[in-house]
């Protein structure tokens, strides 16, 4: 997307309902800003998360996906941010070797008292994406306005 | 069965007994010592300093011809045994000191800690077996009260050394009662001697000794046995009225029947 | 060199990180040279983290440490003490003319049974 | 086609003073399927919810927006509202335009369009909404407890006391657990079967409660509410319901040498035996390892002199299967095995002991009869030295544990002060790394034993012991005063660390009911659910979910009791109708989901498809327990074919949304 000639990333941001969604809240409690590009989408637990999604949204165009969890340990299903852990090692491996630079996708641990480190990593997600460009490697040009 | 064998600088002089009483007993046993053709003293104490390269060459050829003999290494003296097996240990775990120590040796083939080193007791316990020895036993030391000193280099760090309890041990004691002598446990069994301070203090290194011997003798040892020449000389040297003391293939090769033959 | 970079050097040499020790006093309680040093092995921890290197260096007690493991063995934070004081010995031994003992030394010393062991270790131990 | 409301709130000036909330209503009104848009100033309030409830009766709205603050804060209010309305409530959801939008945003441009985006996003979910009922499963009003120490007894009481039958399954041949041990408690030094024995008595008799002693749990199936429990009642070979509990089986068993676990070895007992005298229940147990009659058929001695005629050789183990709704954990604690602590010669002399032998040495039901002698020549012993931390708060993994294990300085304290008061002529010494007491009464407590007592502590640790001539020589260091002591000690104490029972691991197990990596049971929420564990259901209590005292446990047991209650009292529990739901059809029966489920949901039935040309075959599918799944999603990401959806999150559901945000 282009605001005033300037490249606006779209950046969307899957949340955990216990941890990272919440953390977002107190972010938003705290009056902390980070750019209007996150859009947050809420799932139960970061494990809901299926590859297809990130695959799904850099198709339709984003320029960034990020994956918010509980920390490791903390999980509220015990187990579930070990399995998104995985499973995001090996999609981020798979979307390297497509060539969609490593620094598109990444994984944050936020509980639902980081307020400040849901703004701060997302401060600085965008300002890393921003850099890289629009993508256009994996966007499904049909669904393309322009 | 045959294994490689590093006998180390000590061995060869002032501790020949410890040798050769080892060699033939090795003999009677069943199992013979190749020792290796070219080796060089390991230096005796282990360099625990990480960029310490150089000192750990000489045991790294050994272990590196044992491998190209295909055979295990084994080591007779408490220090050697300690250093090798510990750079040995470096070479399988520590990949900086492994590419250092490669880069200077320039072996046909890089050596990343494939042998596997045992003690001469570790032999006698995990190959032969305590049991085998005792019926190879024709003069069994029966009634004899001998307390097993360990020292330090045998026992620690466990971690590294695995080569038995490090705060209660009970190789030697095993190996006591498979000569049919009766084994005294006492506390200060694996506390130091002085070690190489004997050099340079000897009062120092007489106190060790002094504490250690008084506690074998309080717990009624008649005498001691050790599997390191340093530890041998503290005992006797820097000991006032202490107890005998033997190495333990000395009295290895008696029980064995080998004393008579060669005197 | 400069103090950080003698911390940075036994750090590194010694691969030892003081920080794991939670001062109880078991290396002291095991060491059998404790009365030959003046300062102790728990010191040697917690002085080469606070940096007084110096003060250790200038120490008898690196040359009386047996390298024993009794610290090693048991420390229950696995912060290995005697590697810090070979560490501190190495840095000192390392520098021009600080050789704690000479091969002139030897012969005086030598007698009948003393074992080519002890002269090796000595060496090691003494001098670089 | 979907007619779809959208509400968005102002929340008075925090929403609007950053999103222009007309435009958001009027842009949104126009999104596909939308057929009312509007805005008001306070959508939760009681004007707000009626606005919201007349447009889906006027409008036959099959779906509602709220554009307001986070779900966390009014989803189920706004649910609530819509359901009284007679719209499914699953069929709301919420765009987080408040926390997620207008207060990180200054500029009102920017957070307009945000809150348009949010807003499409969660109108391009609700379209596939379905409506969503919550089911319901019944209770078995009651409640197991395993475990029959002092947290179980406490936890079995305040159920019984509710009106819940309860069980206790104990594997040792009474209940009472460590406590029965114990000579006396900190920081009052009551004496610990004064208090305890009333209580496991209380047990006995509360017709509420069920004791199976030397019993273990076997297996363990179903779900909160509705657990289907395996109890092994092992063989004593002793009928439980004949023996009078007399003892003179006890007295006549010729097998004299076997050690007694009660006193820790310390002592012997017979092959028959009642581990205490006020053992509940009172029954003689055969050690089957020792008595010669089952080992051999010979001697038959018990079974002579049995007046009540309750032995029997030939007892079997007996399975018993019961429902529970509820299961509260109380396996408890051991100390840890001192031989890889040889350094202090545990195993090299009979007079260096751990802290349990020590408590069973000052108890007067204990075998020196309570006469502090030491264990080698029963002698009074002169100078005691106490060493804490012995295996807490190690860094290597084989060695010890990496915890502190909380109880040890003021057990350590008591049998100081308690050796200082009655023998006045010894010489206490304490070595100690640091003396944590953080307790009601307890910092006074080891004061006293210092100031009045007169107990010599000492920072440093213990290096080595050494036996010689009767004496054991520690050697130890004193930090403070910078110097190493040398004591010739008559006796040395070691504190022991704490571990979980054994049989902790595989019980959790058949729970699937979470550990940490030291074996404790892991608790809901480290603050806020201390006593219940993560899967449902399932309760903590006591030193099994951490190191625990007396006081603090009882506390726990309450409170564990309380939760169980609060279950039990519920004819039905009401799910989470968020749960995952496999499509038969796409499912292959390959078990992916069923290793990534961490509650155990899904089970596979085999069922029975018609397949081409009037075939049938049947195959094996995986199936969802409503009850137990928790709707965390892991299966339905594990599946290959895509078979398994979330509820509430479906696939469908959340492309939708990304789709809306890409758009």
Known sequence: MQVNGEFQPTIVAFCCNWCSYAGADLSGTNRLQYPANVKIIRIPCSCRLNPLFILRAFQRGADGVILCGCHPGDCHYTTGNYYARRRMTLLFSMLDYLGIEKERTRVEWVSAAEGGKFAATMNDFVAAVTKLGPNRRLEDLRCSKD | MTFSYFPGCTLKTKGKELDRCGRESAAALGFELQELAQWQCCGAVYPMARDEIAT??????????????????????????????????????????????????????????????????????????????????????????????????LLRPSKELGFDDPENPRILEDFIRAIGAEPVVYGMRNECCGGYTTIENKDYAKKNVAKIMANAKACGAEALITACPLCMYNLKENSEDGLPVYYFTELLAEALGLKEADA | MSNSDLMETIGRISGVNPRKCMKCGKCSGACPAYDEMEFHPHQFVSMVESGRIDELMNSRGIYTCLSCFACVERCPRSVEPAKLIEAVRCACLRRQGMDHMKPEHIPAILDEDLPQQAVTSAFRKYRK | MQRIGVFVCWCGSNIAATVDVEKVSEVLGHEPGVVFSTNYQYMCSQTGQDMIQSAIRDYKLTGVVICSCSPRMHETTFRRACEKAGLNPYLVEIANIREQCSWIHKDKAVGTEKAIILGRAAIAKVQLNRPLTAGESPVTKRALVIGGGIAGIQTALDIADAGFPVDIVEKKPTIGGKMTQLDKTFPTLDCAACILTPKMVEAAQNENIHIYSYSEVEAVKGFVGNFRVTIRKKARYVKEDVCTGCGLCTEKCPQKKVPNEFNLGLDTRRAIYIPFAQAVPKVATIDADYCRMLKEGKCGVCSKVCTAGAIDYKQKDELIEEAYGAIVVATGYNPIKLDKFDEFAYSQSPDVVSSLEFERLMNAAGPTGGVLLRPSDHTHPKTLVFVQCVGSRCDSEEKGKPYCSKICCMYTAKHAMLCREKYPDTEVYVFYIDVRTPGKNFDEFYRRAVEEYGVHYIKGMVGKVVPENGKLKVQASDLLDNRQLHIDADMVVLAAAIEPDESARPLATMLTASMDTNNFFTEAHPKLRPVESPTAGIFLSGACQGPKDIPETVAQAGAAASKAIGLLCKDHLTCNPCVAEPDELMCNGCSSCEKVCPYGAITYADKEFRGPNRTTLIRRVAQVNPAVCQGCGACTVACPSGAMDLKGFSNKQIMAEVDAICR
């Open chain 2, 56 to 153: 750990r060459l000489s045991s790294v050829r050994a272990l590196a011809a044992a491998r190209d003999e295909g055979r295990e290494l084994v080591t007779l003296c408490s220090a050697c045994h300690h250093v090798i097996k510990r750079v040995n240990g470096d070479m399988k775990k520590d990949p900086e000191i492994r590419d250092k120590v490669n880069r200077y040796l320039q072996l046909e083939k890089p050596y990343a800690g494939e042998t596997n080193v045992l003690h001469y007791l570790e032999v006698l316990r995990d190959r032969v077996g305590f049991g085998e020895v005792a019926k190879k036993v024709t003069h069994p030391l029966t009634g004899r009260k001998i307390g097993a000193y360990y020292g330090c280099l």
